[in-house]
């Protein structure tokens, strides 16, 4: 099969396509085809050796020290059960299904194994592949932190980074909570954000922008690049702050997926796609991502749907 092979740590030219030998499910896993990965930041941290100084070794002892020992990275997949264990109960060759692999990555190449007891389920009825790409890594991480806030109780919410892959979603998780949205982002996601039920949108580019803003029940920072210190000026009386960034990795849990199937089946969650290239542009895909100017979710398609 087919599949980007991350060679070493480093920029985006690390990554090389390669022919390598097609995975073979075991008793419990699931052979899936895959149509589409996405570029997210748990990829790029690890391409990149991403983290603080302190962190470089520990990361390479449990990662691979000069290269990721796992070095088909992708965070997400959607595809097709081509072939199931002699134990999979849940799934059946041909089913559509999409899945969040977390540290096992596997999502940039034609196949690709994954546990039937995992983060993995059957494709909302009417999601393209491209589209339920998008959406398992921005609303898992999203109801991981919202929930930690105690969403659910709140009134009004304050999102740092609500035209990101997490921030555009929480925007629309929030509001079918029923809680009042003011969301932060650049100028020109704007009008993006307004349509995706934000109640209030400012503008982070502008200066004293933050003067604008009030206290609220819950700040999430889904961007994880807020000055904490600021951000916390803006939590409420007995109110919570939230961050993508040192406050631990979101859970990944089946039944998120299904509960994204329903939202999204309902009309109330739409995935942003900011664009989609071929696996065979992973550096080009990559490469814009660095640029962190992308919106919502970069698409990888791997195979033909």
């Keep these: 099969m087919k599949a980007a092979i991350c060679t070493r740590y480093g920029g985006p030219e690390v990554f090389v396509i390669q022919d390598v030998d097609r995975p073979k499910p075991k008793s419990n896993e699931l052979l899936i085809q895959v149509h589409a990965s996405a570029v997210h930041s ?3 941290r690890l391409r990149a050796l991403d983290v603080p100084a302190l962190g470089k070794l520990p990361m390479r002892i449990v990662m691979g020290f000069n290269a990721p020992r796992q070095p088909i990275l992708g965070v997400v ?21 999409y899945a969040l692999t977390g540290m096992r990555f596997g999502g940039y190449a034609e196949f690709a194994c994954v546990n039937e007891s995992k983060c993995v389920v059957q494709l909302p009825e009417h999601a393209s592949f491209i589209e339920a790409a998008a959406l398992p890594f921005g609303g898992t ?12 109780r709140a009134r009004t919410v304050l999102i740092y980074g609500g ?12 509001k079918h909570f029923g809680v009042h949205v003011t969301a932060v982002c650049h100028e020109r996601n704007i009008e993006l954000v307004k349509r995706l039920g934000a109640d209030l949108v400012v503008d982070y580019s502008k200066e004293g922008y933050d003067r604008e803003l009030g206290t609220y029940d819950v700040v999430f920072d889904a961007s994880g690049k807020i000055d904490k210190r600021l951000a916390r000026n803006h939590v409420a009386e007995n109110g919570s702050f939230r961050s993508v960034a040192g406050q631990g990795p979101a ?3 089946k039944e998120d997926l299904r509960f994204l199937n329903e939202l999204f089946e309902a009309g109330e969650l739409q995935p942003v796609i900011d664009s989609v290239y071929p696996l065979d542009e992973i550096v080009e895909a990559h490469r814009y991502v660095d640029q962190g100017k992308k919106v919502g979710n970069v698409i990888v398609k791997v195979s033909q749907e």
């Excluded at 991480?141 to 659910?152: D, P, Q, V």
């Excluded at 035209?163 to 929030?174: C, D, E, R």
């Design 42 to 44: 748990g990829d790029r």
């Design 77 to 97: 997949l959607a595809g097709v059960v081509v072939e199931v264990g002699g134990g999979v109960k849940s799934f059946q060759v041909g089913e559509n299904v």
């Design 163 to 174: 035209s990101g892959a997490v921030g555009s979603t929480a925007v629309q998780i929030a």
């Design 141 to 152: 991480t999203s109801l991981h932190f919202l929930r930690k806030a105690n969403i659910e």
């Design 251 to 253: 859970s990944e849990r």
